[in-house]
């Protein structure tokens, strides 16, 4: 019990010490309670919950459901009170430090390091040095997706690439090596086992040895549907180098 109280303790100093200087902390959004008439997202930290108002979140102002929103994630964030026996916190407030990093020490192309804040079938949100980018599959990844949660979770850490300073922008996918940077490791007419790795609505996408991904018109057998993850043959029928496409036929599926 001694030990418990004595974590606690140590736990509670810290959080105190980084109320008068100001230090960036991380925790998870775990849930939401109501407050005097107030929402609060509830954040995990070492054990602790503690308490961020929704105006703190640093999310706009169209976002209803503001800490539902970001439930499950990573954010960081600094402690700005304690009342009550309990301790309040600002994202915001955090967002505004990291932001002047960005100014004095970023420059266009320098690679960063992001968090995902949230992820939808088309689109990711990511967090880096405090801003909030809202970004397309096509940001994404190099490969066509039809859902970004198969390859992306909440709190998941990425690398992504400054396209701009001002305005802000990144791309995440340019962070990580194009499969199109290496010549195609296939030709016309070979036959080959691969996965299908999309689907899309002018056919299958099988994902290649090489990272590249190879289109096929949609499966003539209407008794045999492939699906994500499912072995095909494929035959290689056209390699287009310059619009970096490579186009096949399924055979058969693989059982």
Known sequence: MQNTQTKTDKRIQELQQALKTGRILLGEVITKEQQDGKWYAVVRWKGLRLYCDEAELGLQEQVKNKADALLGALIEFVVIAQENGRFHVSRVKAMEKRRKIWQEKIKEGDIVEGRITGVTPRN???????????????????????????????????????????????????????????????????????????????????KLDDGKQCLCPPYSNAREIPTIGTKVVVQIQNVDLEKERIFGTIQRILR
Do not use: C
């Open 124 to 206: 990711a949100f990511v967090e880096v040095l405090g801003y909030e980018f809202a970004l397309p599959a096509e940001e994404m990844l190099w490969n066509y997706t039809n859902d970004l949660r198969r390859h992306f979770k909440i709190a998941d850490r990425v690398k992504a690439k400054v396209i701009s300073k001002d305005p802000p922008r990144i791309s995440v996918k340019q962070a990580y090596p194009n499969p199109w940077d290496t010549p195609p490791s296939v030709q016309v007419g070979q036959v080959l086992v691969a996965p299908v790795d999309a689907i899309a609505p002018y056919g299958f996408l099988v």
